[in-house]
């Protein structure tokens, strides 16, 4: 299973100069995770994408599965805001249209608790990818997400107007 690689992988980003650990399966909770801190904001809220190979997850809710092709490890995060009720229109619009220039991964958006996160898959031949390829991986995700967390926010609390938004998203990527 790729989670054998966490260990590893935690070393790497470590080293790369991410926050990152992993825990052990447990009872508590039944699946291995790799913790990757890749921002902290000026209100020391952390961004952390929890990495966890899905095949496990599979596993985990229906036992009797059998085992992927390849390897899948699924990276998610929760932003540390929520959005406001009269706000979420206009968010889950601009989710959409960042989420169509992403190069890997997409935002989503809860609408029981109002929750913003950003979710990838990354396949990999087994064992699981090279440190290098998740190492680069995450940093170009790292890079939108961070990037994206100021606007979506902005938007989420009300403070800025979905046009206002693309018309920034627009400028900053001309």
Same mark, same amino acid.
């Given at each position: 299973?790729?989670?054998?690689?966490?260990?590893?992988?935690?070393? /790497?980003?470590? @080293?790369?100069?991410?926050?990152?650990? =992993?825990?052990?399966? +447990?009872?508590?909770?039944?699946?291995?995770? *790799?913790?990757?801190?890749?921002?902290?904001?000026?209100?020391?809220?952390?961004?952390?994408?929890?990495?966890?190979?899905?095949?496990?997850?599979?596993?985990?809710?229906?036992?009797?599965?059998?085992?992927?092709?390849?390897?899948?490890?699924?990276?998610?995060?929760?932003?540390?805001?929520?959005?406001?009720? /009269?706000?979420? @229109?206009?968010?889950?619009?601009?989710? =959409?249209?960042?989420? +169509?220039?992403?190069?890997?991964?997409?935002? *989503?958006?809860?609408?029981?608790?109002?929750?913003?996160?950003?979710?990838?898959?990354?396949?990999?031949?087994?064992?699981?990818?090279?440190?290098?390829?998740?190492?680069?991986?995450?940093?170009?995700?790292?890079?939108?997400?961070?990037?994206?967390?100021?606007?979506?926010?902005?938007?989420?609390?009300?403070?800025?107007?979905?046009?206002?938004?693309?018309?920034?998203?627009?400028?900053?990527?001309?």
């Amino acid at each position: 299973m790729i989670s054998s690689l966490f260990p590893t992988y935690a070393a /790497a980003l470590e @080293a790369a100069g991410f926050g990152a650990w =992993h825990e052990e399966a +447990s009872e508590a909770s039944p699946i291995a995770s *790799l913790f990757v801190v890749i921002h902290v904001d000026d209100q020391d809220r952390k961004q952390v994408l929890q990495a966890f190979d899905a095949r496990e997850v599979a596993k985990a809710i229906q036992p009797e599965a059998t085992d992927f092709p390849i390897a899948l490890l699924q990276l998610t995060m929760q932003y540390p805001f929520s959005v406001l009720p /009269a706000c979420f @229109a206009d968010v889950a619009r601009l989710l =959409h249209r960042l989420s +169509s220039l992403l190069p890997v991964g997409t935002f *989503l958006l809860s609408e029981d608790d109002r929750a913003i996160c950003f979710r990838s898959m990354i396949p990999s031949d087994d064992p699981g990818l090279s440190t290098e390829t998740l190492v680069a991986t995450i940093m170009i995700i790292q890079r939108f997400c961070v990037d994206s967390a100021g606007l979506i926010e902005a938007v989420a609390n009300g403070q800025m107007s979905l046009e206002q938004a693309l018309a920034l998203a627009t400028r900053k990527n001309a």
